[in-house]
C-alpha cells in the first residue's frame, strides 16, 4: 500500500515535471505551428544558470533557493523571447524552416553546454529541506515531488488566468482557436508569439530547476531526453489546450510509473510511447479534438 | 503570353523535379563527372598520395578508407532519409528505426544464432521490405507532424526496448559486437580495409542509380506531386497514400541496408543506430547538403561525417588548445560547428550546398551571356 502510495505521488510529481515543459511547447505550437526542439534546450540553460548562481548566493541562506530559482526562469525567458525574436520570426509562414532551425539549435545547445561544462552531469546543490520526507499514509514521499506539484500548479492557474481574464490571454485563444480571423480583425497576432516563447522558456527553466532538485544533478542531455515524454504529452493533450495538457502530462507519468513499477522496469516507457501512436491515429487532433 | 507559357514551365519542371534532357554540353557533362568521380573513387585504395587536415593518413591507409568508408555508407542513408523528406515532402522522424534494425538483425543472426552471412543478408532483405511496409502502413494513415510523432513513437519503443536488453539479446547500452568469424575473410582484418571501402561504395552507387531511377520515373514524378500538393494528386485520381508508402519502403529499405553495412564497417551495432539523434543528424545533413537533389544528400552525408570527424581531431589539437575560450570551446565541439552551418544553410543557403554550386554557375553564364552580348 505504501509503495502504492509512492508511486502515485512520484507519478504526479513527474507529470508535474511534464507539464511544466508540455504547456509552453503547447503553446507555441498551437498559436504559431511550431515544433519546438529547442525548448529542451530552455530548460536545460534555466538547470544550469540556477546551478552557476547559487554558490555564489550562500549569504542569503534560506532565500538562496527562490532566487536561484528566479534567476532560472528569467534565463529560460530571456532565451525563450530572444531565439523567437531573432531565429523564429525573420522564418515568419515557412513552418518547415522554422522546426528546422530550432532543431539546430537544440543540437548547438547540447553541445554548448557539453563543452562548457563537461559531458558528466554535477551534483545539484539542494536545499536541505526537499531531501528530506513527508509520511503519508505510512509512506515517506520525498519533498521534491511537492515541489514540482506546488510549481505546476501554480503555473497551471497562472496561466488559466491569463489565458481567462487579461486581454492577451484572449488573443492568444483566439489566435489558437483561428489565426487569419484574428489578424482580419485588425489584431496583431505576432505580438503574442514572443510573450509566449517568454512564458514557454521560463516554464521549461521552472521544470529545469526543480528537474535538477528532483535528479539531483544537472547534465547537457537532460532537456533533451525530457522532450520527448513533453512532445508525446502535448500531442495526447491536444496542442493549444492548456487544460489537455495537463491532464495528458498526469495520465503519461502515471501509466509510465505504474508499468514500470508493476509489470517490467522499461515496459512503462514503451508503453507511453505507444499510446502516442494509438491516440494519432485514432484521433489525430488530440483527445481535446484541436487541430494537431 | 510566352512569358506566362515559360514560367509555367520552369514551374513544372520545378515541381517535378524534372530537368529538360537536353543533348548539349550540360547532358553530357552531367554524366561526365560523377563518372570521373567514380572510376577515382574506385581505383583510391591504390592512390598514395595524402591530403594533409582532411584525412587522417595517405588516401589508401586503412585509418582513411575507415572514415571514407564511412562516408560513403552514411551518404547512402542519407539519400535513403532523402526519398521522404526532399523527394516526397514526409517529415519522419523515425527513420534510425531502420537502421538500428538492419544492423541489429544481423549482428544477432550472426552473433547470437551463429548464422551464416548469407542468412544474415536474407534476414536483411526481409527485414528491410517488411517493417518499412509495415510502419509506413500505419503512420501514413496521418499526415504532417502527426506523422512525424507518429514515426518518433515507433523508432523509440524499439529504441527504448532495445536499451533494456531483453532475453540479453540485443546487449543494453553496451549493443552487440560484430561476429567477425562468420564474415567473409575478405571483410574482416586490418589488411582488408579496402574490401570494406569498396563495400561501402557499392552501397552508395547502389542508392544513387535507384533513386535517381525511381525520381525520373513515373513513381518520382508522383513522389514530387505529393511534395508539392497532396489534394491535387488525389482529385487527379492518384492515390497519395500509394506514392507515400511507396517512398517509404523503399528509403526504409535502403536505411535497413545501410544499417547492416555501416555494421560490417564499425564491426558493431550500438543503441546510437536507433536513436533520435540519428535520425535529426540524417535531416541535418540532407538540408546541409540539399534536400530533393540528385547529389545534395550524398554531399551532405559525406560531409557531415568528415567535419564530424576532423573537428573532433582538431578539438585536441595545440592550435584550438592555444584559443581563447569563446572560440575555443564552441570549435572543440564539432556538433555546434555543425547545428551552426546548418541554420546558416536554412537562413542563407536554402537548397543547401548543391543549391550554391548551380547559384554560381548560373552567375558565371548569365556573365558570359551578357559578355558575348555587349558589342
Given at each position: 500500500?505504501?509503495?502504492?502510495?509512492?508511486?502515485?505521488?512520484?507519478?504526479?510529481?513527474?507529470?508535474?515535471?511534464?507539464?511544466?515543459?508540455?504547456?509552453?511547447?503547447?503553446?507555441?505550437?498551437?498559436?504559431?505551428?511550431?515544433?519546438?526542439?529547442?525548448?529542451?534546450?530552455?530548460?536545460?540553460?534555466?538547470?544550469?544558470?540556477?546551478?552557476?548562481?547559487?554558490?555564489?548566493?550562500?549569504?542569503?541562506?534560506?532565500?538562496?533557493?527562490?532566487?536561484?530559482?528566479?534567476?532560472?526562469?528569467?534565463?529560460?525567458?530571456?532565451?525563450?523571447?530572444?531565439?523567437?525574436?531573432?531565429?523564429?520570426?525573420?522564418?515568419?509562414?515557412?513552418?518547415?524552416?522554422?522546426?528546422?532551425?530550432?532543431?539546430?539549435?537544440?543540437?548547438?545547445?547540447?553541445?554548448?553546454?557539453?563543452?562548457?561544462?563537461?559531458?558528466?552531469?554535477?551534483?545539484?546543490?539542494?536545499?536541505?529541506?526537499?531531501?528530506?520526507?513527508?509520511?503519508?499514509?505510512?509512506?515517506?514521499?520525498?519533498?521534491?515531488?511537492?515541489?514540482?506539484?506546488?510549481?505546476?500548479?501554480?503555473?497551471?492557474?497562472?496561466?488559466?488566468?491569463?489565458?481567462?481574464?487579461?486581454?492577451?490571454?484572449?488573443?492568444?485563444?483566439?489566435?489558437?482557436?483561428?489565426?487569419?480571423?484574428?489578424?482580419?480583425?485588425?489584431?496583431?497576432?505576432?505580438?503574442?508569439?514572443?510573450?509566449?516563447?517568454?512564458?514557454?522558456?521560463?516554464?521549461?527553466?521552472?521544470?529545469?530547476?526543480?528537474?535538477?532538485?528532483?535528479?539531483?544533478?544537472?547534465?547537457?542531455?537532460?532537456?533533451?531526453?525530457?522532450?520527448?515524454?513533453?512532445?508525446?504529452?502535448?500531442?495526447?493533450?491536444?496542442?493549444?489546450?492548456?487544460?489537455?495538457?495537463?491532464?495528458?502530462?498526469?495520465?503519461?507519468?502515471?501509466?509510465?510509473?505504474?508499468?514500470?513499477?508493476?509489470?517490467?522496469?522499461?515496459?512503462?516507457?514503451?508503453?507511453?510511447?505507444?499510446?502516442?501512436?494509438?491516440?494519432?491515429?485514432?484521433?489525430?487532433?488530440?483527445?481535446?479534438?484541436?487541430?494537431? | 503570353?510566352?512569358?506566362?507559357?515559360?514560367?509555367?514551365?520552369?514551374?513544372?519542371?520545378?515541381?517535378?523535379?524534372?530537368?529538360?534532357?537536353?543533348?548539349?554540353?550540360?547532358?553530357?557533362?552531367?554524366?561526365?563527372?560523377?563518372?570521373?568521380?567514380?572510376?577515382?573513387?574506385?581505383?583510391?585504395?591504390?592512390?598514395?598520395?595524402?591530403?594533409?587536415?582532411?584525412?587522417?593518413?595517405?588516401?589508401?591507409?586503412?585509418?582513411?578508407?575507415?572514415?571514407?568508408?564511412?562516408?560513403?555508407?552514411?551518404?547512402?542513408?542519407?539519400?535513403?532519409?532523402?526519398?521522404?523528406?526532399?523527394?516526397?515532402?514526409?517529415?519522419?522522424?523515425?527513420?534510425?528505426?531502420?537502421?538500428?534494425?538492419?544492423?541489429?538483425?544481423?549482428?544477432?543472426?550472426?552473433?547470437?544464432?551463429?548464422a551464416g552471412i548469407g542468412v544474415a543478408v536474407l534476414l536483411v532483405l526481409a527485414v528491410g521490405i517488411?517493417?518499412?511496409?509495415?510502419?509506413?502502413?500505419?503512420?501514413?494513415?496521418?499526415?504532417?507532424?502527426?506523422?512525424?510523432m507518429v514515426t518518433l513513437a515507433f523508432a523509440q519503443a524499439v529504441a527504448i526496448t532495445v536499451l533494456r536488453n531483453p532475453g540479453g539479446l540485443t546487449g543494453?547500452?553496451?549493443?552487440?559486437?560484430?561476429?567477425?568469424?562468420?564474415?567473409?575473410?575478405?571483410?574482416?582484418?586490418?589488411?582488408?580495409?579496402?574490401?570494406?571501402?569498396?563495400?561501402?561504395?557499392?552501397?552508395?552507387?547502389?542508392?544513387?542509380?535507384?533513386?535517381?531511377?525511381?525520381?525520373?520515373?513515373?513513381?518520382?514524378?508522383?513522389?514530387?506531386?505529393?511534395?508539392?500538393?497532396?489534394?491535387?494528386?488525389?482529385?487527379?485520381?492518384?492515390?497519395?497514400?500509394?506514392?507515400?508508402?511507396?517512398?517509404?519502403?523503399?528509403?526504409?529499405?535502403?536505411?535497413?541496408?545501410?544499417?547492416?553495412?555501416?555494421?560490417?564497417?564499425?564491426?558493431?551495432?550500438?543503441?546510437?543506430?536507433?536513436?533520435?539523434?540519428?535520425?535529426?543528424?540524417?535531416?541535418?545533413?540532407?538540408?546541409?547538403?540539399?534536400?530533393?537533389?540528385?547529389?545534395?544528400?550524398?554531399?551532405?552525408?559525406?560531409?557531415?561525417?568528415?567535419?564530424?570527424?576532423?573537428?573532433?581531431?582538431?578539438?585536441?589539437?595545440?592550435?584550438?588548445?592555444?584559443?581563447?575560450?569563446?572560440?575555443?570551446?564552441?570549435?572543440?565541439?564539432?556538433?555546434?560547428?555543425?547545428?551552426?552551418?546548418?541554420?546558416?544553410?536554412?537562413?542563407?543557403?536554402?537548397?543547401?550546398?548543391?543549391?550554391?554550386?548551380?547559384?554560381?554557375?548560373?552567375?558565371?553564364?548569365?556573365?558570359?551571356?551578357?559578355?558575348?552580348?555587349?558589342?
Amino acid at each position: 500500500m505504501s509503495s502504492l502510495i509512492l508511486i502515485l505521488i512520484t507519478g504526479v510529481g513527474l507529470g508535474a515535471l511534464y507539464f511544466l515543459i508540455a504547456s509552453g511547447l503547447s503553446l507555441i505550437y498551437g498559436l504559431m505551428h511550431v515544433l519546438n526542439f529547442a525548448h529542451g534546450a530552455f530548460l536545460t540553460a534555466g538547470a544550469y544558470a540556477a546551478w552557476v548562481v547559487t554558490p555564489q548566493l550562500s549569504g542569503l541562506g534560506g532565500w538562496a533557493f527562490p532566487v536561484a530559482v528566479l534567476v532560472g526562469m528569467v534565463t529560460g525567458a530571456l532565451i525563450g523571447a530572444l531565439v523567437e525574436l531573432l531565429l523564429i520570426r525573420p522564418l515568419y509562414r515557412r513552418h518547415i524552416e522554422q522546426v528546422l532551425v530550432t532543431v539546430g539549435l537544440g543540437l548547438m545547445a547540447v553541445a554548448l553546454f557539453t563543452g562548457i561544462w563537461g559531458p558528466d552531469p554535477h551534483p545539484f546543490p539542494r536545499p536541505a529541506w526537499t531531501t528530506r520526507t513527508t509520511t503519508i499514509g505510512g509512506a515517506a514521499i520525498p519533498n521534491d515531488r511537492f515541489l514540482l506539484i506546488g510549481a505546476a500548479g501554480l503555473l497551471l492557474i497562472g496561466l488559466v488566468l491569463l489565458l481567462r481574464h487579461t486581454r492577451i490571454g484572449l488573443i492568444i485563444r483566439a489566435g489558437v482557436e483561428n489565426r487569419t480571423m484574428v489578424q482580419a480583425l485588425g489584431i496583431d497576432v505576432r505580438r503574442t508569439f514572443t510573450l509566449v516563447f517568454a512564458i514557454g522558456g521560463a516554464a521549461a527553466a521552472l521544470g529545469g530547476v526543480l528537474g535538477s532538485v528532483y535528479l539531483g544533478s544537472v547534465s547537457p542531455g537532460q532537456g533533451t531526453a525530457l522532450l520527448i515524454y513533453a512532445f508525446i504529452v502535448v500531442v495526447i493533450g491536444g496542442f493549444g489546450s492548456i487544460g489537455g495538457t495537463a491532464i495528458a502530462a498526469l495520465v503519461v507519468a502515471l501509466v509510465q510509473q505504474l508499468a514500470n513499477y508493476y509489470l517490467y522496469s522499461g515496459i512503462g516507457d514503451v508503453s507511453v510511447v505507444l499510446l502516442l501512436a494509438a491516440v494519432l491515429l485514432i484521433k489525430p487532433a488530440g483527445l481535446t479534438g484541436r487541430t494537431a | 503570353m510566352t512569358n506566362l507559357g515559360q514560367t509555367l514551365t520552369d514551374r513544372a519542371v520545378a515541381a517535378t523535379g524534372s530537368q529538360r534532357r537536353g543533348t548539349g554540353p550540360g547532358r553530357i557533362r552531367a554524366v561526365l563527372i560523377p563518372l570521373a568521380v567514380l572510376v577515382l573513387l574506385i581505383f583510391l585504395p591504390w592512390l598514395g598520395f595524402s591530403i594533409p587536415g582532411v584525412l587522417p593518413g595517405p588516401v589508401n591507409s586503412p585509418g582513411s578508407l575507415q572514415l571514407l568508408a564511412l562516408c560513403l555508407v552514411t551518404a547512402g542513408i542519407a539519400l535513403s532519409y532523402d526519398v521522404l523528406f526532399g523527394r516526397t515532402g514526409l517529415l519522419s522522424f523515425g527513420h534510425a528505426l531502420f537502421v538500428g534494425a538492419g544492423a541489429y538483425s544481423a549482428a544477432i543472426a550472426l552473433g547470437r544464432w551463429g548464422a551464416g552471412i548469407g542468412v544474415a543478408v536474407l534476414l536483411v532483405l526481409a527485414v528491410g521490405i517488411t517493417l518499412p511496409l509495415i510502419v509506413g502502413a500505419i503512420s501514413l494513415r496521418v499526415k504532417g507532424i502527426a506523422f512525424a510523432m507518429v514515426t518518433l513513437a515507433f523508432a523509440q519503443a524499439v529504441a527504448i526496448t532495445v536499451l533494456r536488453n531483453p532475453g540479453g539479446l540485443t546487449g543494453g547500452e553496451e549493443g552487440l559486437s560484430l561476429n567477425r568469424s562468420r564474415l567473409p575473410a575478405l571483410l574482416s582484418g586490418v589488411v582488408n580495409a579496402p574490401y570494406r571501402y569498396w563495400l561501402a561504395l557499392a552501397f552508395c552507387v547502389f542508392c544513387v542509380l535507384l533513386v535517381s531511377w525511381l525520381t525520373a520515373a513515373r513513381t518520382g514524378h508522383a513522389w514530387a506531386a505529393v511534395r508539392e500538393n497532396e489534394a491535387r494528386v488525389e482529385v487527379l485520381g492518384l492515390s497519395a497514400y500509394r506514392a507515400k508508402l511507396l517512398a517509404v519502403v523503399v528509403g526504409g529499405f535502403l536505411g535497413t541496408l545501410g544499417g547492416f553495412i555501416q555494421l560490417i564497417i564499425i564491426g558493431g551495432a550500438n543503441p546510437h543506430l536507433l536513436s533520435t539523434e540519428l535520425t535529426l543528424s540524417l535531416l541535418v545533413m540532407v538540408v546541409l547538403g540539399g534536400s530533393g537533389s540528385r547529389w545534395g544528400p550524398i554531399i551532405g552525408g559525406a560531409l557531415y561525417v568528415l567535419l564530424d570527424n576532423r573537428l573532433q581531431e582538431l578539438s585536441t589539437s595545440s592550435t584550438i588548445a592555444e584559443l581563447p575560450a569563446a572560440l575555443r570551446i564552441p570549435l572543440s565541439q564539432p556538433v555546434f560547428v555543425l547545428g551552426l552551418l546548418f541554420i546558416l544553410v536554412v537562413y542563407f543557403a536554402p537548397g543547401g550546398i548543391a543549391a550554391i554550386s548551380g547559384r554560381v554557375r548560373a552567375r558565371w553564364n548569365s556573365r558570359v551571356t551578357d559578355k558575348a552580348a555587349a558589342p
